[in-house]
């Protein structure tokens, strides 16, 4: 009874780590347009979702034989640098709000540089955590406001698929699980179940049978239904829910979405499988999506962006 108290205030710890993330992701849309920081000329062409996709399966390619041929070095320096950069997008930001006069870039790379160098020296959970939350809502929040809903939609529904084939038919996503506990890479989020937990001696791929350790859920699951997310809270026609809550019902909707497909994720991995997040949580984001914009009265080609 004890161990699901502790499940329990687990599962709600991640609801709350996503929720932070989604909406970090929100509030970082205007201060990210008005920086120019949208990477595609036109948000709304399809083919948008099309290439990321491409680059997704390059670069799932390229870490799959980096780990073949034993490239540690290189793997935890590429992926804690990528991290380091995507954060320095969101420290520009919380740099000004903390600093409003101040030299918010210099703090901002001062901040980067210094989570780069924590995740490479000491990745223990709360560090990878902390590190997680801020790639996270700035990953998901650079990409929404480059995504239109269609290539929103594009994009998630194909990595759907994506993430079926890769977990249950060729299983190389249950080796890069494995390979990222071996090297405690930051591309997950831990939750541990004891005061007493490290990460340092906990063997994620290891398959060992008794109680578990901790939940994990990686940083993928959390950041590609929040693009959805803050693609319809940057482009839906809808209006705000209401002068207190700065969002609208489209993104309200995704994201309640996403809560969704994520407690029946943790419900059905607690019964010591793995599975296939995206279906659950891209699935639950696009329907959210699609229920909030019925309710807030958009036509049916303003939802898929036509």
Known sequence: MKMEYKKIIAVGAILAIALIVQIGAVALIDPFLERGYQSVEDPNDPLNGVLYLVVVLVATAILLYTVKREMDLLIRFAIISMCGFISWYAFTIISEWIVPEGPAGAIALIL??????????????????????????????LFGISFGPLPALILLTFLIV????????????????????RLKLPLILIVPLSLGYSFFKDDIGAGKE?????????LGDLILPTIMVASAACFSEAPYISSKMLINMPAAGSMVGTMGGLIILLWLVDKGRAHAGLPFLNGGAIIGY???????????????GL
């Open 112 to 141: 980067a540089g210094g989570l780069s160098i924590m995740l490479f020296a000491y990745p223990e959970w709360y560090v990878i955590d902390g590190a997680g939350i801020i790639v996270s809502a700035s990953a998901a929040g």
């Open 162 to 181: 994506y993430d079926i084939i890769s977990v249950y038919k060729t299983k190389h996503m249950l080796t890069l699980a494995d390979e990222i506990g």
């Open 210 to 218: 008794g109680e578990r350790e901790a939940f994990y859920i990686g």
């Open 290 to 304: 699609i229920i909030g914009s019925i309710i807030a009265g958009i036509s049916l080609t303003s939802i898929i």
